[in-house]
């Protein structure tokens, strides 16, 4: 089992940033593509950012925070982060880290096995 946490959450302003950060307890993280993934209020969860399992690896960005947000893991501390800038009231939801134990990077939440229990973000216009 994977145990992700995700931590960073909170009340923003328009235009400002957050930092989500991921932890697993226990088990390491260093061989899965991780991602995260959001759900607004009456929407479906969408993909938000991916990253293979190498620091500094593949990363692949959904079109509505490509520029503004930023994916990296430290397999040191076996975390995964998630720096968002310029922050937009659409960008209000929960966010949630995601682990894909079978390796290829993919964006489909189909394809991660293994879930956090979300971090709220919201942005205020």
């Known amino acids: 089992q994977v145990q992700l946490v995700e931590s960073g959450g909170g009340l923003v302003q328009a235009g400002g940033s957050l930092r989500l950060t991921c932890t697993s307890a226990?088990?390491?993280?260093?061989?899965?593509?991780m991602g995260w993934f959001r759900r607004a209020p009456r929407k479906e969860r969408e993909f938000v950012a991916v990253?293979?399992?190498?620091?500094?690896?593949?990363?692949y960005y959904a079109d509505s925070v490509k520029g503004r947000f930023t994916i990296s893991r430290d397999n040191l501390k076996n975390t995964l982060n998630l720096e968002m800038n310029s922050l937009k009231p659409e960008d209000t939801a929960v966010y949630y880290c995601?682990?894909?134990?079978?390796?290829?990077?993919?964006?489909?939440?189909?394809?991660?096995?293994?879930w956090g229990q979300g971090t709220q973000v919201t942005v205020s216009s």
């Open positions: 226990g088990r390491t993280l260093v061989p899965y593509t």
């Open positions: 990253m293979t399992w190498r620091s500094g690896g593949t990363t």
């Open positions: 995601a682990a894909d134990t079978s390796g290829p990077l993919r964006v489909a939440s189909t394809a991660f096995n293994f």
